[in-house]
């Protein structure tokens, strides 16, 4: 872990960034709602937000409504961020279907920190404009999706 960033295990961080994709403008969400995004019970989903309560990441009484803390806030943003950029990363670059990617990109997000985010931001920055370095970059990534083709015929 390096210093200054948040230790949360997998499903906190999945529980924010869920809270954060169902608070639209800022509104409170059920933990019933939670639960069903989850695909797990209230119960699990009520363990887990009063410790995320405790911790300071949301505001969190039982029987109401959850909302987002500042410091919850900002690591729900920074996850779904790295998210939405490994979609669009395996989508766009590699040509995984928007399915795979997505079931992919939910367990990335939580292996890569800030620093590696940031690089891959930019990498895909310099693919777009089609720098010197990203075109030699799209020849090997064309032929990585060529050699998937080939491979998934032969299945």
């Not at 869920?18 to 797990?40: N, Q």
């Amino acid at each position: 872990m390096k210093k200054g960033e948040d230790f949360l295990s997998e499903a906190k961080e999945d529980y924010l960034e869920t809270i954060l994709m169902l608070s639209k403008d800022g509104s409170p969400v059920r933990l019933v709602d939670i639960a069903k995004a989850h695909g797990v019970s209230k119960a699990t989903v009520s363990n887990a937000l009063a410790e995320l309560g405790k911790n300071g990441y949301i505001a969190y009484e039982k029987y109401r409504p959850v909302y987002l803390t500042k410091k919850g806030a900002e690591i729900a943003r920074r996850t779904l961020g790295k998210h939405e950029l490994l979609i669009k990363f395996l989508t766009v670059n590699l040509g995984v279907s928007a399915g795979e990617a997505a079931e992919a990109a939910c367990k990335m997000e939580h292996a890569i920190g800030a620093n590696i985010a940031f690089k891959l931001a930019k990498f895909m920055e310099s693919l777009a404009r089609g720098m010197r370095a990203g075109e030699k970059n799209k020849t090997a990534f064309a032929t990585l999706k060529s050699e998937d083709k080939k491979s998934a015929r032969k299945k």
